[in-house]
T-cell receptor, first 113, second 111 residues
Framework: DAGITQSPRYKITETGRQVTLMCHQT?????MFWYRQDLGHGLRLIYY???????DKGEVPDGYVVSRSKTENFPLTLESATRSQTSVYFC????????????FGPGTRLTVL | TQLLEQSPQFLSIQEGENLTVYCNSS?????LQWYRQEPGEGPVLLVT?????EVKKLKRLTFQFGDARKDSSLHITAAQPGDTGLYLC???????????FGKGTKLSVKP
């Protein structure tokens, strides 16, 4: 199906482990984003990418790594997970020049024990 | 720092009631967006307002952009249980046009 997908939808891991969250979009949108959503904080931007091989930090990048070797994929890696990274993670994309509309994936609920 | 403050934080009403939620900032925005997020899903865009004073209607939802482009409101007429969800306002910031989001208003409409 066309659209933006995330995997896994749910993940439980332990402190110190490496975790990668996947994001895939079928629209060939240039921009892609990673957000985390926490009670009391709303949606906060972690990293974004303007195109393949171009990434930049958002508001809360510490502890996260991204890559974008292909336009359609934008994985987010937690190199050494911490309890404070327990959250719901959303991937989004934006395609039309001059439009700020973002299309969101269904989210990944990550629990770090 | 541009911030978007939404109020109220929570709203629980009966089916058929009217309601208004607000999105305020001390900064001017070139546009504001409203998204709705249902439980277990990502936000979905409802509307973008661009011109100061603009009013847009989407069925029973009326969106207004303040004259000074610092605030916006969402009015729902005759709310239905299907309107239940988290309503987020968002505005662009920076040269890349990335969005900043308010913390949202969580609406519950009881039958």
């Amino acid at each position: 199906d066309a659209g933006i997908t995330q995997s896994p939808r749910y993940k439980i891991t332990e402190t110190g482990r490496q975790v990668t969250l996947m994001c895939h979009q079928t629209w060939s949108h240039s921009y892609m984003f990673w957000y985390r959503q926490d009670l009391g904080h709303g949606l906060r931007l972690i990293y974004y990418s303007a195109a393949a091989d171009i990434t930049d930090k958002g508001e809360v990048p510490d502890g996260y790594v991204v890559s974008r070797s292909k336009t359609e994929n934008f994985p987010l890696t937690l190199e050494s997970a911490t309890r404070s990274q327990t959250s719901v993670y959303f991937c989004a994309s934006r395609g039309l020049a001059g439009s700020n509309e973002q299309f969101f994936g269904p989210g990944t609920r990550l629990t770090v024990l | 720092t541009q911030l978007l403050e939404q109020s109220p934080q929570f709203l629980s009403i009966q089916e058929g009631e009217n309601l208004t939620v607000y999105c305020n900032s001390s900064s001017v925005f070139s546009s504001l967006q409203w998204y709705r997020q249902e439980p277990g899903e990502g936000p979905v865009l409802l509307v973008t307002v661009v011109t100061g004073g603009e009013v847009k209607k989407l069925k029973r939802l009326t969106f207004q952009f303040g004259d000074a482009r610092k605030d916006s409101s969402l009015h729902i007429t005759a709310a239905q249980p299907g309107d239940t969800g988290l309503y987020l306002c968002a505005g662009p910031r920076g040269s890349q046009g990335n969005l900043i989001f308010g913390k949202g208003t969580k609406l519950s409409v009881k039958p």
